[in-house]
């Protein structure tokens, strides 16, 4: 059974980081890229970034290009989003993602004085 488990999600200040984790599990994780995907409060599901299965390429939508940063530990089938420089606009349900497939049941990530 896939797994993916979100963690690193918080309240966090305007300016302030946050690194998200995703735990990986039921499927050869080292094989696929993988995204991150946000929902924000009614809004729909908003593609973040993307990870090829070896570390490279990476992509970012234009919203967090420059200030997020995905990676990923394939030993430990693992998968993180380094967040900085957060503004209220981040605030969100954070999701991992298999391309086409399941999703965890996310995170969230609160941006606010």
């Known amino acids: 059974e896939v797994q993916l488990v979100e963690s690193g999600g918080g309240l966090v200040q305007p300016g302030g980081s946050l690194r998200l984790s995703c735990k990986a599990s039921?499927?050869?994780?080292?094989?696929?890229?993988m995204n991150w995907v946000r929902q924000a409060p009614g809004k729909g599901v908003e593609w973040v970034s993307n990870?090829?299965?070896?570390?490279?390429?990476?992509s970012y939508a234009e919203a967090v290009k420059g200030r997020f940063t995905v990676s990923r530990d394939n030993a430990k089938e693992t998968l993180y989003l380094q967040m900085n420089d957060l503004t209220p606009e981040d605030t969100a349900v954070y999701y991992c993602?298999?391309?086409?497939?399941?999703r965890g049941q996310g995170t969230q990530v609160t941006v606010s004085s």
């Open positions: 039921g499927f050869d994780f080292r094989m696929y890229a």
């Open positions: 990870i090829h299965a070896n570390g490279e390429p990476r």
């Open positions: 993602k298999i391309p086409g497939g399941e």
